[in-house]
């Protein structure tokens, strides 16, 4: 099974950027199906962003609509690691985002990293 760790998290104010890893250690990402998820305060953990299981042409993404177009996640397989780059950013985003990774019935979280996005 998989071990994530996510980094990258902090504070950034409105319309600016961030970048979260997501390191996984002990398997290869790219076997797995990777998303990123947050949960703020007082709401449901939610699905932002997620990638496909890694194939022979490409892999295949989707974004919660309230994210479409200003944030993008991708692997980088040689660093065993996966991305969401976050522009744009709004108040609205402020949560603890955590990511995930499905191989199957084998499923792994990370310990989230805090996104405050504040003037």
């Known amino acids: 099974q998989v071990q994530l760790v996510e980094s990258g998290g902090g504070l950034v104010q409105p319309g600016g950027s961030l970048r979260l890893s997501c390191a996984g250690s002990g398997s290869r990402l790219s076997t797995y199906a990777m998303g990123w998820y947050r949960q703020a305060p007082g709401k449901e953990r939610e699905l932002v962003a997620q990638i496909s299981i890694l194939s022979t042409i490409r892999s295949t993404t989707n974004y919660a609509d309230s994210v479409k177009g200003r944030f993008t996640i991708f692997r980088d397989n040689a660093k065993n690691t996966v991305y969401l780059q976050m522009n744009n950013l709004k108040v609205e985003d402020t949560a603890v985002y955590y990511c995930?990774?499905?191989?199957?019935?084998?499923?792994?979280w990370g310990q989230g990293t805090q996104v405050t996005v504040s003037s």
């Open positions: 995930n990774g499905r191989n199957g019935l084998v499923e792994s």
